[in-house]
């Protein structure tokens, strides 16, 4: 049974920093893709960055690029996201996802985990 586990989400004003991880367990990590999405309240479910199977590509979305960082521990089945200067408009629930591909389109995500909030105040 392939599980993606998320923690670390929480509130935190403006300029904060929080770090959220991803524990996996029931297929190979090292054998994925890894990647993390978004989704605020009445949006679609965005890309937030992918990182490769072992981590010489990453890739951003604009939005968060210079203030997200994606890396992943594959001797742990670890990946995490330290978020730096949040914003308010940062506010969603956080999730991670494993695929065959290196890519930033959601349905190409195999798995998925039950996301974990992030809530950032003004």
């Known amino acids: 049974q392939v599980r993606l586990v998320e923690s670390g989400g929480g509130l935190v004003q403006a300029g904060g920093s929080l770090r959220l991880s991803c524990a996996v367990s029931g297929l190979i990590f090292s054998s994925y893709a890894m990647g993390w999405f978004r989704q605020a309240p009445g949006k679609e479910r965005e890309f937030v960055g992918t990182?490769?199977?072992?981590?010489?590509?990453?890739t951003y979305a604009d939005s968060v690029k210079g203030r997200f960082t994606i890396s992943r521990d594959n001797a742990k089945n670890t990946v995490h996201l330290q978020m730096n200067s949040l914003k308010p408009e940062d506010t969603a629930v956080y999730y991670c996802?494993?695929?065959?591909?290196?890519?930033?389109?959601?349905?190409?995500?195999?798995?998925w985990g039950q996301g974990t909030q992030v809530t950032v105040s003004s």
């Open positions: 990182i490769s199977r072992s981590s010489g590509s990453i």
């Open positions: 996802a494993a695929s065959t591909s290196l890519t930033i389109i959601t349905r190409q995500y195999n798995y």
